[in-house]
């Protein structure tokens, strides 16, 4: 069994994706059908639909597509942290159709000029509602927000903090520094986990081998190790570079000097226990 903790959907009838350019090829519909062929092809079992934009309707809309389809075992929406309300509301998206799929939050901590927006008393209060909900929080971040995930994770021990996309490394720069030492600062707190997902888009789009994605993904497989990695496709905004199914090898590719059981952890079994599916 295979778990994809980490991918995307979208209907540019319902909304529109403003961070999609007028000639980007992901400027289409991608729905769960499309996915669900893909998914069934490379033989994943379930998914973890994970939220794209700063928009409260869209969780209630995630769940509900759960709700429908067999393939997405777990939603990560988004919530405004800074309400004071944070966890009535949290309350009330799993009394939703489909409330019980709701296993995370996110919020696009990446397009805040702040630094330490983590920090802030109003986003700690509401992180620490998302873990008196029994739910993980999914950091979308850049390098240089890394320490400020570090200083959250250790003042928030019971909730689990799950790194999307490695922290968006420099691969097409080929730069390790100061990536590396925020991520190995981030993983020696035991409430992290990490994503190995997003890594294409981090690289040289003209040119990029697995090469050039092995030095990342060995740094977070020894910060992290099996039991704290998960892998997500990011489909579709992997597309343009790798298809669902070249993502999932490259994975594949990048683990296999591991033994069966920890890719198991990595392919099903970490995603599995980090959002309760």
Same mark, same amino acid.
């Given at each position: 069994m295979t778990v994809d903790a980490h991918h995307h959907v979208w209907d540019l009838s319902v909304r529109d994706q403003d961070w999609i350019g007028a000639d980007d090829p992901l400027r289409r519909d991608f729905t769960l059908a499309e996915l669900g062929s893909e998914a069934r092809a490379a033989g994943v079992d379930r998914t973890v639909l994970v939220q794209t934009v700063t928009v409260a309707e869209e969780t209630p809309e995630f769940l509900a597509l759960a709700a429908g389809h067999?393939?997405?075992?777990?939603?990560?929406?988004?919530?405004?942290?800074?309400?004071?309300?944070?966890?009535?509301?949290?309350?009330?998206?799993r009394e939703l159709p489909g409330g019980r799929y709701l296993k995370g939050i996110r919020h696009q901590v990446q397009g805040e000029s702040d630094p330490r927006w983590l920090l802030r008393p109003d986003v700690r209060r509401g992180l620490a509602a998302v873990a008196d909900a029994g739910l993980a929080y999914?950091?979308?971040?850049?390098?240089?927000? #890394?320490?400020?995930?570090? =200083?959250?994770?250790? *003042?928030?021990?019971? /909730? +689990?903090?799950? &790194? %999307?996309?490695?922290?968006?490394?420099?691969?097409?720069?080929?730069?390790?520094?100061?990536?590396?030492?925020?991520?190995?600062?981030?993983?020696?707190?035991?409430?992290?986990?990490?994503?190995?997902?997003?890594?294409?888009?981090?690289?040289?789009?003209?040119?990029?081998?697995?090469?050039?994605?092995?030095?990342?993904?060995?740094?977070?497989?020894?910060?992290?190790?099996p039991r704290r990695l998960m892998f997500g496709s990011d489909w579709p905004v992997c597309t343009p #570079?790798?298809?669902?199914? =070249?993502?999932?090898? *490259?994975?594949?590719? /990048? +683990?296999?000097? &591991? %033994?069966?059981?920890?890719?198991?952890?990595?392919?099903?079994?970490?995603?599995?226990?980090?959002?309760?599916?």
């Open positions: 067999e393939l997405v075992a777990g939603v990560v929406g988004w919530t405004d942290l800074t309400q004071p309300g944070v966890a009535d509301e949290l309350d009330r998206l999914d950091l979308v971040v850049l390098p240089g927000q #890394l320490p400020a995930c570090a =200083e959250a994770a250790a *003042l928030l021990p019971s /909730l +689990t903090f799950v &790194l %999307d996309h490695l922290g968006k490394p420099p691969i097409a720069s080929a730069a390790l520094e100061p990536w590396a030492s925020g991520v190995r600062a981030l993983a020696a707190l035991p409430n992290t986990v990490c994503k190995l997902s997003g890594m294409v888009t981090e690289a040289d789009p003209a040119s990029w081998s697995v090469d050039d994605l092995r030095p990342y993904a060995d740094v977070v497989l020894e910060a992290f190790g #570079l790798a298809s669902y199914g =070249e993502v999932l090898s *490259l994975a594949r590719e /990048l +683990t296999t000097d &591991l %033994d069966e059981r920890d890719r198991d952890r990595i392919f099903e079994t970490t995603a599995a226990r980090v959002y309760d599916l």
